[in-house]
């Protein structure tokens, strides 16, 4: 029997900002009996305890907010029986939710996942898909299982990435696409028509969660491959190289090139700097070159690479990120 949307009790959790569209549209369409997100933790430079943008929320709003440090203690499976929802809804929750707790709600578990499942399974989908160079990606809304991003799917949506895209600005947008995909299947759950499409085992990929030594650049990789490297590791954890005696650079921003930028004598080591100009610092790689065009030096600002080169004395022929030099983020 299909049940009035805003009568339907809803248990959400979600702890980073992608969460914030899909707790919004479930805010203003269901009633949320609770939300549940991370403990707030250190993070940044200072290392000052922060809530995640999930809970910053809830208490802004005045939603019934939980931040347990797991779900498996019976009394924390007792707490969620004893909310009564009829539907869990979770995205970007950030931990396996426990057979115990999906158990309860009569109507299910819902999860939105950033990919198009069953590819890219786990914790950073959409940092991978640019990272492999893919020129889409999507949402898919699974009826949830104990385990990972294993579940039937009920809806599912493609999105084009944009070739310049970085994950931050993709995020954002998969973010909304999620929110829209999860009220729909929302209602088809509560009108009892949602369907229930096994995921291909055969063909499912996973990815891990990301780390900063992820954002390494290995100059010896082809120019694309770099490129799309610093895409997918902006906002975090940022590409980086060395340079000697220079320290730690961030890059925030660069593109392919062809390999006859600089003298035709300049050296092609992967690394090498082959030119230096108002664009943007130009290096060989292991296939192709670079045009280095954000950075940012370690303790600085974000800037346009030729006002780094210009200022920071950068000259075509040294090497960035060579063997031996230290490559590890502060």
Request: proline share 8%; charged share 20%.
């Amino acid at each position: 029997m299909s049940r009035p949307l805003a009568d339907l009790r809803v248990l959400f959790l979600g702890s980073p900002a992608f969460a914030l569209p899909s707790l919004r549209a479930l805010e203003a369409t269901t009633t949320l009996v609770a939300v549940i997100s991370q403990p707030d933790r250190p993070a940044g430079r200072g290392r000052r305890v922060a809530a995640p943008a999930v809970a910053r929320y809830a208490r802004e709003r005045g939603l019934s907010l939980w931040q347990p440090a797991g779900l498996r203690a019976p009394a924390a499976i007792q707490r969620i029986a004893e909310l009564a929802p009829d539907l869990l809804v979770t995205v970007a929750y950030g931990r396996i939710i426990p057979a115990e707790v999906l158990a309860i709600p009569p109507l299910g578990a819902l999860n939105a996942h950033p990919s198009l499942l069953p590819a890219y399974r786990g914790a950073s989908p959409i940092q991978q898909a640019i990272a492999d160079g893919q020129s889409e990606t999507g949402v898919t809304i699974i009826f949830q299982t104990a385990a990972l991003d294993a579940g039937d799917i009920i809806l599912q949506r493609r999105e084009a990435i944009d070739p310049e895209e970085n994950s931050g600005q993709l995020e954002a947008r998969l973010a909304e696409m999620a929110a829209e995909l999860m009220v729909d299947a929302v209602r088809l759950v509560a009108a009892g028509k949602a369907p229930r499409r096994p995921q291909d085992e055969a063909a499912a990929t996973y990815v891990g969660k990301l780390t900063k030594e992820d954002g390494r650049v290995d100059w010896s990789q082809p120019a694309r491959v770099i490129a799309n490297l610093v895409r997918a590791m902006d906002p975090w954890p940022s590409a980086y190289t060395t340079r000697s005696g220079g320290g730690l650079l961030k890059i925030w921003r660069a593109r392919p090139t062809g390999m006859d930028a600089g003298p035709a004598a300049q050296p092609r080591e992967p690394g090498t700097v082959l030119s230096v100009s108002d664009e943007g610092i130009v290096l060989a790689t292991g296939e192709g070159a670079l045009t280095v065009l954000e950075v940012q030096p370690e303790g600085g600002r974000r800037m346009d690479a030729g006002a780094y080169g210009r200022g920071h004395r950068v000259r075509a022929g040294e090497r960035w990120g060579a063997p031996g030099e230290a490559q590890t983020l502060c």
